[in-house]
C-alpha cells in the first residue's frame, strides 16, 4: 500500500521559516516525481513545487519561488519542503503527493497545516 | 497561467442520481486533466486522468471526457461515499492549475 506520512502542524509567526517532511513507503520512492500542493482556508488546490526522481529539476509556484526549496532523500524515502520569510498568506493545508513524471498526482499525504500568525 | 474553471461549485443530489461536473480550461490543454474526490481531513485520491482514464481502484461508476478546453466528470449513479468536493487539474504547461472545486451535497 502506498503510503506518504507527513509531519505534524503547526504554527509560526510572520518572517519564521519552517520545513516540512514526508516519509513515503509502499512503492518505488527513487522513482517518484514527488510535489507538494496547498489548499488555503476556503480555497483551492495549489500547486507549490515538484522534483524530478534524481532531484536534478525543481519547479516552484511564482507564489513561494525564493521562499521555498524542495529537496529529497532517496536514502531515507523522504521529501522535504524549507520554507522561509513566511507570510500571512502561506496559511494552508500542505499535502505532499506522489506523481507521474507527466503531472497528475496519484497518491497524497494526509496533510500538515501550516498557521502563519502573531 | 491556465484557468480553470468548474461549474456548479455546490450540486445537491439524492443516491442514486447522475451527477455531472464541468471544468473549462481557459486555453487548450489536449487532454492533459485529471479529477480528484476530496474529502474533509483525507488525502485528495486521483479519480480520472488524461481527460477520461479511470485511475485503477476507482468505481466504474465514475468517467471523465472532454478534450481541448471543455472536460466533464460523470458520476453515473451516485453513492453514499461519493458525496465530496471534486477538483480538476491540468498538466499542459507549469504552473499546473486546479478549478475550485465542486462539493457534492445530500439533497
Known amino acids: 500500500e502506498v503510503q506518504l506520512v507527513q509531519s505534524g502542524g503547526v504554527v509560526v509567526q510572520p518572517g519564521e521559516s519552517l520545513r516540512l517532511s514526508c516519509a513515503g513507503s509502499g512503492f518505488t520512492f527513487y522513482e517518484s516525481t514527488m510535489y507538494w500542493v496547498r489548499q488555503a482556508p476556503g480555497k483551492s488546490l495549489e500547486w507549490v513545487s515538484l522534483?524530478?526522481?534524481?532531484?536534478?529539476?525543481?519547479y516552484y509556484a511564482d507564489s513561494v519561488k525564493g521562499r521555498f526549496t524542495i529537496s529529497r532523500d532517496n536514502s531515507k524515502n523522504s521529501l522535504s519542503l524549507q520554507m522561509s520569510s513566511l507570510r500571512s498568506e502561506d496559511t494552508a493545508w500542505y499535502y505532499c503527493a506522489r506523481g507521474a513524471s507527466s503531472g497528475f498526482l496519484t497518491s497524497w499525504g494526509q496533510g500538515t497545516l501550516v498557521t502563519v500568525s502573531s | 497561467d491556465i484557468q480553470m474553471t468548474q461549474s456548479p461549485s455546490t450540486l445537491s443530489a439524492s443516491v442514486g442520481d447522475r451527477v455531472t461536473i464541468t471544468c473549462r480550461a481557459s486555453q487548450k490543454i489536449n487532454t492533459w486533466l485529471a479529477w480528484y474526490q476530496h474529502k474533509p481531513g483525507k488525502a485528495p485520491k486521483l479519480l480520472i486522468h488524461?481527460?477520461?482514464m479511470l485511475q485503477s481502484g476507482v468505481p466504474s461508476r465514475f468517467s471523465g471526457s472532454g478534450s481541448g478546453t471543455d472536460f466533464t466528470l460523470t458520476i453515473s449513479s451516485l453513492q453514499p461515499d461519493d458525496y465530496a468536493t471534486y477538483f480538476c487539474q491540468h498538466y499542459h504547461t507549469y504552473p499546473w492549475t486546479f478549478g475550485q472545486g465542486t462539493r457534492v451535497e445530500i439533497k
Open positions: 488524461t481527460a477520461s
Open positions: 522534483i524530478s526522481w534524481d532531484g536534478e529539476k525543481k
